[in-house]
């Protein structure tokens, strides 16, 4: 296994076997220790996995009896855990993103302000929906904000199948040193609501992320507004040291 993100790629070869019926609905997972001897990785890894796998309700956990099989399918339609940008690149993987609107902007005022540059700067912005294969509903309603500078990466829409600030990395020979998020509650209108399948009205996470290249020079900004019952967010947080 990579050395990135080991406890996703060992809930995923679980949700594999889930899936497939290796591991059927309402049997017990082997223990920890048996677990992690069979991926080769810490019992701390097969820990986080199976609370990915949890989030996901496709486990439950009980002491005294262990882990169980409580679902072949995902009850949550997206599950995102972040705890780097490998997980940012993988998410982009797992969810395309599919473009509907591509336009060249000239910003001020406020949008200038927020993309900390000065008035009369042109960008592209793009106006679509995130999708997970096999998920009916929209992840997410996704704006991106692109520096015009590497507008030539996405100046017509289309179906990305990759991160956009990972295309403009390859593309430009540039690297995403820091990414800054923000993630705030608002409800759903009537046009938002219709776009993601859900209810006006409806509780809403809105996650806005900063992508800075070197000199801390923003290259990209996206808003992604996610019903909230069909989005769980999870981030670990590790004492320095």
């Known amino acids: 296994m990579g050395a990135s993100a080991l406890y996703l790629q060992v809930a995923r070869t679980l949700q594999d076997k889930i899936a497939a019926g290796t591991l059927p609905v309402g049997c017990l997972l ?5 677990l992690a001897e069979q991926f080769g990785v810490s019992r701390q890894t097969v820990r986080q996995a199976i609370l990915h796998l949890r989030g996901m309700k496709l486990l439950s956990a009980r002491k005294g009896v262990g882990t169980r099989v409580e679902s072949s399918r995902p009850q949550t339609a997206y599950y995102h855990a972040l705890q780097s940008l490998s997980d940012l690149f993988q998410f982009a993987s797992d969810a395309l993103y599919r473009v509907t609107k591509a336009e060249r902007v000239t910003v001020a005022g406020r949008e200038a302000e927020e993309l900390g540059c000065r008035p009369g700067r042109v960008w592209l912005r793009l106006e679509g929906l ?4 096999g998920v009916a509903a929209p992840v997410s309603q996704t704006i991106v904000m692109i520096d015009g500078r590497y507008a030539a990466v996405a100046s017509r829409p289309r179906l990305h199948t990759s991160a956009i600030f990972s295309q403009i990395e390859q593309r ?4 995403i040193t820091e990414t800054h998020q923000e993630i705030e509650a ?10 993601l ?6 509780p809403a996470l809105l996650i806005t992320r900063r992508f800075f290249g070197p000199g801390r020079t923003l290259v990209s900004m996206s808003r992604n507004l996610h019903a909230s019952s069909r989005f769980r967010y999870c981030m670990t947080v590790r004492r320095d040291g």
Request: aromatic fraction near 4%; avoid cysteine; glycine fraction near 6%.
């Open 30 to 34: 082997p223990t920890e220790h048996e």
């Open 186 to 195: 608002t409800i759903l209108s009537e046009a938002q609501a219709e776009l």
């Open 172 to 175: 430009f020979g540039i690297t």
């Open 130 to 133: 995130r999708e997970v294969p």
């Open 197 to 202: 399948q859900s209810t006006p009205g409806a």
